[in-house]
């Protein structure tokens, strides 16, 4: 998006410097968001080396306490330590790397309350891999579909209605009729709706 497509689009100079302000808000955020994940993502690897490291480490150290019962015992427990943290590590960066994909995500179907609009997603049925994210994109369709107002959207004009009136208002007899030429059927109506007429 730039300043000459804008003005092609007939905006004013005023419009348009409104228009890049606003885009280049989205723009910052999209950045910081980048930003953020590839420091995590450098996070990671380091983190992943340094337990790959501690690992070897423990190893190496298991080998050199043969008949040290205690000590392979600490060794143990400090290597199932360091099991449970890298679980826990990778637990951790996979939940934020799928909160920044629905952020974005969000931010780009133009949610106007994405707090709001996550609370309606089922959390269980988005799984994030070195693919990329599924089970989001469906599930904010449906909701563009079923909650529209959630979104920034522009609304569809809808077809006005005209209502016409059609049929006999009188419901079926035409009061000013003579009954004389009236005929059975209209006549038994007739009746039905207003015996006084033949009295």
Known sequence: MNRETLQKFGLTDDQVNQVMAEHGKDLEKSKATESELEQLKQQNTDLTSQIGDR??????????ADGNEELQTQIKALQDQNKQAKTDYE???SQLKRDGAIELA???AQ????KAVKALLNDGAITVDDDGVHGLKE????????DAYLFDTEP???PSVKVTQSGNPGGGIDT???INDMSFEEMTAAYQK???LFG
Do not use: H
């Open 55 to 64: 690992d070897k480490q423990l190893k190496d150290l298991s080998g050199k």
């Open 91 to 93: 637990s951790n960066i």
């Open 106 to 108: 969000l931010r780009e």
């Open 111 to 114: 949610a106007k309350n994405p």
């Open 139 to 146: 599930q904010i369709e449906q909701l563009q579909t079923s």
């Open 156 to 158: 569809e004009a809808k």
């Open 176 to 178: 000013n009729k003579n």
């Open 194 to 196: 207003n015996p006084a």
